[in-house]
């Protein structure tokens, strides 16, 4: 699914932005190697980011972190969504925030959804 919404919804976007951004007089050259390796790291990068809901809802169901705990931290949540798009993505804003906003809302659906598992008491 993150995959999907690289090549469909963020790619379009992000190579309409780099196309309208420079100057009219530069003419866009890129090799086939450059840009397949630029669509496999976003690729890479957004399937990672929507696995988010499953890190978390494991996170919470295995009792390695508590609900509580991580909806303190949900600011450094944030920061962190910034830095892996940092990373993952060319360096302009736009392609960041395409990648760090669904991250973040990947994050708090994985919250919403998640369970503690009871412990089952011996009677």
Do not use: H, W
Not at 107 to 123: H, N, Q, T, V
Request: charged fraction near 10%; aromatic fraction near 16%; charge should be positive.
């Amino acid at each position: 699914m993150g995959v999907m919404f690289c090549l469909f919804i963020a790619l379009p976007n992000v190579l309409n932005f780099f196309q309208t951004v420079g100057p009219n007089i530069v003419k866009v050259s890129t090799d086939i190697s450059n840009f397949m390796s630029f669509v496999l790291s976003m690729s890479f990068g957004f399937g990672l980011a929507f696995q988010i809901p499953i890190i978390v809802n494991a996170l919470i169901s295995l009792k390695i972190a508590s609900k509580q705990s991580i909806i303190k931290y949900r600011g450094f949540v944030l920061v962190m969504c910034f830095i892996f798009g940092m990373i993952f993505t060319p360096p302009d804003i736009v392609s960041q925030f395409l990648m760090a906003i669904p991250m973040y809302i990947l994050f708090e659906i994985g919250l919403i959804f998640s369970y503690e598992k009871k412990s089952k008491s011996i009677s």
